[in-house]
């Protein structure tokens, strides 16, 4: 029989990346977000005015941070839909059940449209 420090220790390594306690909270969550360019990720405030905007969401949706910060995220909804109220909906619906999603058209800043699944959640802090 066999004891455990008879047993082979793997030589892998592992590239690892620091926890967000070892960074300071605030830059490492605004790092992280920019890093994630496939994704258009954003903060509002209750009533949806944009407060955060990461790079995914100036690749995808066309808005500089320093030209959405500031708007309704209602701009990125369709004619259509804010006929609808689906904007206010949204934030209602996250507001009471800790989440919203949608599957619908969005529009970008040069007036086109794309179909994308969006996630609406409300800030807790």
């Known amino acids: 029989m066999k004891k455990n420090s008879d047993k082979k220790q793997s030589t892998k390594r592992y590239k690892t990346t620091p926890l967000v306690s ?14 994630i360019a496939g994704y258009a990720i954003f903060t509002t405030d209750k009533k949806g005015v944009i407060v955060t905007w990461n790079s995914g969401g100036e690749s995808i949706l066309q808005y500089k941070a320093n030209e959405i910060i500031g708007e309704n995220a209602s701009i990125l909804f369709t004619p259509e839909d804010l006929k609808k109220n689906a904007h ?3 934030l209602r619906t996250a ?9 619908r058209w969005h529009v970008k800043k040069d007036g086109t449209r794309f179909w994308g699944v969006g996630l609406v959640f409300p800030h807790k802090g």
């Open 22 to 35: 070892d960074i300071k909270e605030e830059n490492s969550q605004s790092e992280i977000l920019d890093s």
């Open 88 to 90: 206010s909906k949204e």
């Open 95 to 103: 507001l009471k059940d800790g989440r919203a999603r949608d599957e």
